[in-house]
Structures are given as structure tokens and as C-alpha cells.
């Protein structure tokens, strides 16, 4: 990841086709040595494209990709438009399952099974 990130802020900082010497450089500059099997892998891989096509792509992608973060995002952006009704909602829960919890810890009267 670290070379992939030196890439690109060679490529942000105006060389749109970064050789090994200028992600060295990043790298060094914050005290990492490059391992050159990996540094060579991510320049070929990376050579003669665009950067913003290549993270354009991998947004799409991940678009694609069945996550649980993807359902919340969905439903937090549905929840936006329904008002303040979720939070509240949320927030009843939360009340609920501390009450549950409180009466639960008073069922031993202080003694638990392993004491």
C-alpha cells in the first residue's frame, strides 16, 4: 500500500509516470526502504495510465462489491431523507437494551454461579 501511495502523490505532485528513483525518494523521505520486487510490480502495473482513470475504476468496483458498509450507507442515505425519526429510534434501542442489561445484573442479587 505504501508504494501504491508514494505513486500517487508522485503522480499528484505533476509526474504523471513516476520511475523507481521517485517513489524511493517519498519513501526515504519518511524513512521506509523500498523493496524493489514490489516497487517494480506496482510501476508495472501503474505505467502509462492515468491515475484518476485507475481510481475511477477501483470506485466502481468496490461499488460493486457486496459489503455490510454499502447496505448501512444505503439506508443512512434513506434515513436522511425520512427526518429525525432513525436517530430517535436508535436512541430508544440503546435506552431499551441498558434497562435490559440493568435488570439482568440485579436477577443474582450480587452472587454469580462461579463465586
Do not use: C, H, Q
Not at 526515504?28 to 481510481?55: M, P, Q
Request: hydrophobic share 40%; charged share 30%; proline share 3%.
Amino acid at each position: 500500500m505504501r508504494y501504491v501511495a508514494a505513486y500517487l502523490l508522485a503522480a499528484l505532485g505533476g509526474n504523471e509516470n513516476p520511475e523507481a528513483k521517485d517513489i524511493k525518494k517519498i519513501l526515504e523521505s519518511v524513512g521506509i526502504e523500498a523493496d524493489d520486487t514490489r516497487l517494480d510490480k506496482v510501476i508495472s502495473e501503474l505505467k502509462g495510465k492515468n491515475v484518476d482513470e485507475v481510481i475511477a475504476t477501483g470506485y466502481g468496483k468496490l461499488a460493486s462489491m457486496p459489503a455490510g458498509g454499502a447496505v448501512a450507507v444505503a439506508s443512512s442515505a434513506a434515513a436522511g431523507s425520512g427526518g429525525a425519526a432513525a436517530p430517535a429510534a436508535a436512541e430508544e434501542k440503546k435506552k431499551e437494551e441498558k434497562k435490559e442489561e440493568s435488570e439482568e445484573s440485579d436477577d443474582d442479587m450480587g452472587f454469580g454461579l462461579f463465586d
